[in-house]
DNA sequence: GTGAAAGCGCTAACAA
DNA sequence: TTGTTAGCGCTTTCAC
């Protein structure tokens, strides 16, 4: 900015009021600097300008993951969620940070808050991290997460309707004439717990109780799909639907039913959580509960800079909705 | 800082010090204002420290999307490539900006370097940026691009072998009888186009040539294998093979051809490109080539440190292998 | 072992 | 319309 300020013959307020666009430049003298400036391929310095303005448009995008497992972050549905993150606050003038912390250290995730770097955080994942979570909101740190609504709960949360998705799908398994419908997932995780409670809802509607036998606790690791339908054949637990928490989850799950022989739909029908792309085009297509990935997006960035703003920002709960294939028919 | 300073009555040069373990402190000094900066949750101003030390820890990774489509990236490798990096750069310490910019304006790419955010950019995906990629790296952006090497190029690329990746698939199909092998994808793209080189090749070595009506330039957007299933039907170009740039492109194309009725891979056999993770889950199980994602983000990231170090860094190629399924048997 | 002072690149009173 | 000056939060000589 000296150098312009230089070679422009002006002060560098006057660089720094040009390049601003404020009205109280010369207009003349505005484009030869504006004009230096680019010819030069000079950009303002964020971070002096961020230090000095005591601003920032930026926002953390944080993954927990497994270290136990060094499993990456390989769930389609949460890395589209970090796309359409980006997309919304790019619009929004923000940057996104991208950072993946242990999911047993959750509370590094506001390390890049603490120290400046971002406004707010935006956790994509609650996973069992509520209390570090809660921790994290009493300290002040502007946090909104994806996840389901818990009770005593100081952090926001966007999320979709899991307790209705896990009633859809099972009801639509059930209205195929399943009646042993299997539950892949780890009620550990609250969604899958909601998507649970769902599952029974609908059983007890047919006047069916849960079968422990039935209940897998399956991760939302890849493989896990298959791990289960191992599981469900290792107990000897005759099935003829299974209901997964997620697509991916239930992709594995049907190529392991292939591997054993049973055809799906015919043999055992299957319905899938979250509705990523590749759900139509799997063979047979999958029938799955789609969460509003775009509408979350925007809900979560909405939420975060109400947050910022300094505003209450109640959590909220977005409508999932039956999208039906061949899977289960 | 100043606040620490004063709690513990010293000056803030001393809080400084002790901070960043500098052996300069009194022991007892040092471990009050630890104590202090940990009870207060304080973290260095990472922005102050960077403007005063001239330094900075982050790179930026851009994805170029194509908003004639508003299309987002949504390929699966590309996305996990994006999760490698991040892994990568988080082991050495560096942050991560996404950004995502039109396609067309990949120059754009160069703001957060322009403007101080970052240290140096990894663009993930190539295109038909060539030459805007010339002009970055002649303005001295440090840029590295997971793509093809092309000629006379100023940027660093880190790619697969794609020729070879090309000629593997190719002589695969062609060693399971098929001579009719359609090719997928849009040679418009550097590395398609090598893959194609690949899938020449092998032909030639059949005594095969080309035939341009098997050649559809389907995108790597979703849905593109599905098109281009549909262009060769309505070619009337008999096939009895596919080879297709991307494992979702395949995927795709795998379930336009059984919407045709034609098995996979009895009457028609398919390879598809990458790995992805879902690609052994598929039905049938996906033959594919292998691209090494994990070398790859480590390349990326050593080839660019080395290029901000200011060394000139070669471009370079990483091996591809065939992963055999059941899709192309 | 510690503090005072200067300066990283920028902006905004305030003065001219 | 422009320049001077101070200061954002930090580190680091230099002096004590």
């Known amino acids: 900015m000296a150098d312009i300020a230089r070679l422009a013959g002006v002060s560098t307020s006057t660089v720094s009021r040009a390049l601003n666009h404020s009205g109280l430049v ?139 998705g896990g009633r859809m799908a099972t009801e639509h398994l059930l209205a195929h004439g399943r009646r042993r419908i299997a539950f892949l997932g780890d009620t550990g995780l609250p969604e899958a717990a909601l998507r649970h409670q769902g599952y029974v809802e609908a059983l007890a509607a047919y006047g069916l109780a849960p079968d422990p036998q039935l209940q897998v606790a399956a991760s939302f690791l890849p493989g896990s799909g298959t791990d289960a339908v191992h599981e469900l054949a290792r107990r000897g637990a005759a099935y003829d639907g299974v209901f997964a928490c997620s697509d991916l989850m239930a992709m594995h799950a049907i190529h392991a039913l292939r591997a054993e022989g049973r055809a799906v739909p015919a043999d055992v029908g299957v319905v899938g959580y979250d509705d990523i792309e590749l759900a139509a085009y799997f063979h047979p297509p999958l029938t799955t509960v789609r969460q509003p990935r775009d509408a979350a997006a925007r809900a979560l960035v909405a939420a975060l800079l109400a947050r910022i703003d300094g505003q209450p920002v109640p959590s909220s709960l977005l409508p999932t909705e039956l999208v039906v294939r061949a899977s289960a028919a």
């Open 26 to 164: 010369n207009q003349e003298t505005r484009e030869r600097i504006l004009e230096l400036a680019s010819s030069l391929n000079y950009s303002i310095n964020i971070g002096a300008q961020n230090l000095r303005l005591q601003q920032n448009r930026t926002v953390a995008a944080v993954v927990p993951l497994d270290k136990s497992t060094r499993q990456q972050l390989s769930d389609p549905f949460l890395l589209s969620m970090l796309g359409g993150l980006a997309d919304v606050l790019s619009e929004q003038g923000f940057d996104i940070l991208v950072s993946r912390v242990d999911a047993d250290q959750v509370d590094a995730a506001s390390a890049p808050f603490d120290s400046g770097r971002v406004v707010g955080v935006v956790l994509i994942g609650q996973g069992r991290h509520h209390d570090q979570l809660n921790r994290m909101a009493t300290r002040g740190v502007p946090v909104v997460v994806w996840g389901a609504q818990l009770p005593q709960q100081l952090y926001t949360t966007v999320g979709g309707d899991n307790v209705a």
